[in-house]
């Protein structure tokens, strides 16, 4: 048995830790006095109150450890004992307990995924995308009563601006604005009472968020998955934080693990926004073999263009591109789009026969530089806790590097 913990002086010894039918179950001495907490999955984060003091305790059980057989076939490991969690102005702003905020991946950001994010302690946001009522609406309902967001692609939102009426008619978590001018919206979404969280890919945009009246600025660096720009984020989220010191600033693009949230807030995030993990989910609105080829996806293995967009007739406004996983397809067309575009007909054609079949040769895989750093599917809630346990274990103790 093996554990690593920050709160060595809360607990001298940890003891009996073993998985009974199922469940963990570990004691934690402290002089005279002992705790037991319980986990009923393999892997779990559990809060617990001791000595008045709010803990989260990481329980993992090792399925290859050799251990008796019977209750105690698994070995047991304490990952962690962290005495509190990552609290923030980012956390207070939203009114949640992880700074993890799901992308509102249009279509693959459901109801399901939203929920699974938010009960795990993150913020989950619809993929309210280009703007389909009936499907923000479905999804919203499937979400149940967990406490979800919804974003929207702000350009085409501009479009038919109605559609942000019915969402903030629900009392959304928070409205996420991408892609496009965020003022025309702003003072409806304050006065409604809602949270504005706007996602920019330059320092331009994030003083255009400032003046949008912002509640949280989202920095995308180009590695994201999906639409985006050109600047890297480890330039772009330091000068987003410099411009914005009274603001919460979230890192995206290229994160998928704790490393990856320990290293963006050493940056000056206060937290992360991810969408390839969580595509790589089992509550995912995405198909099998599209979530198999983020799991082989290797560094490198992507790239941002328009071919895509082209070839599905769906032109984004400059200097907008797409973030994809390269593919037969993408080959095919790339520095050849004027050529695409006077064949637009026939591709377009063969395109969303493709994407209908699920063949993803030809349809695009809309995926960042993160699939590199992804190697299973997990549920949607156990990402959020591993994320959050291994950046925790990173990260410098509370309070010496956030606010
Ligand atoms: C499949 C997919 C669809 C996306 N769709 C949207 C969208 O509709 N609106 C939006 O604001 N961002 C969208 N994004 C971008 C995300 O908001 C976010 O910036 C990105 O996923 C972060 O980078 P990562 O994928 O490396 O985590 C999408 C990303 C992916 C992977």
Request: aromatic letters at 4%; glycine letters at 12%; a negative charge.
């Amino acid at each position: 048995m093996s554990y690593f913990t920050r709160s060595r002086e809360f607990f001298e010894v940890m003891t009996a830790c073993e998985p009974i039918s199922g469940s963990i179950l570990a004691t934690l001495t402290s002089g005279a006095r002992q705790l037991t907490v319980g986990a009923s999955r393999e892997i779990k984060c559990v809060g617990v109150e001791f000595e008045g003091k709010s803990l989260d305790i990481v329980l993992s059980v090792d399925c290859t450890g050799s251990g008796e057989a019977g209750k105690h076939a698994h070995e047991v490991k304490l990952q962690e004992i962290a005495a509190m969690t990552i609290h923030n102005r980012l956390t207070r702003t939203l009114g949640i307990k992880h700074p993890i905020l799901l992308a509102p991946m249009d279509v693959v950001s459901g109801g399901r995924l939203a929920a699974a994010v938010s009960n795990a302690g993150g913020l989950g946001l619809l993929g309210g995308g280009y703007g389909d009522r009936d499907w923000i609406e479905r999804e919203r309902a499937r979400a149940g009563n967990a406490r979800i967001g919804c974003g929207f692609i702000t350009w085409s939102l501009a479009k038919r601006p109605e559609l942000l009426d019915g969402v903030l008619a629900h009392r959304p978590a928070a409205v996420m604005l991408s892609f496009g001018d965020p003022r025309p919206f702003g003072p409806t979404i304050r006065a409604a009472d809602v949270r504005l969280i706007c996602q920019v890919q330059t320092v331009a945009q994030a003083r255009e968020a400032l003046e949008a009246g912002a509640d949280v600025i989202v920095a995308q660096g180009t590695e994201a998955g999906g639409h985006g720009q050109t600047e890297p984020l480890i330039t772009l989220l330091p000068r987003v934080v410099d411009l914005c010191p009274g603001t919460p600033v979230v890192a995206a693009g290229g994160i998928a693990d704790g490393r990856g949230v320990a290293a963006a807030m050493m940056l000056g995030a206060q937290g992360v926004l991810m969408g390839t993990r969580f595509y790589a989910s089992e509550e995912a609105e995405g198909h099998p073999d599209a979530k198999q080829r983020i799991v082989a996806g290797e560094g490198g293995d992507t790239v941002r263009s328009i071919v895509f967009d082209l070839s599905r007739r769906n032109r984004w406004p400059a200097p907008y591109t797409g973030r994809v996983l390269r593919n037969r397809h993408a080959e095919r067309w790339l520095g050849r789009e004027a050529e695409l575009e006077a064949r637009v007909e026939e591709v377009a054609h063969d395109y969303a026969e493709a994407r209908e079949r699920g063949d993803f040769d030809v349809a695009a895989v809309i995926v960042g530089e993160a699939c590199a750093l992804i190697h299973d599917i997990l549920p949607a809630g156990e990402i959020v806790e591993r994320v959050v346990a291994e950046a925790e274990r990173l990260l410098p103790p509370q309070g010496d590097i956030v606010g």
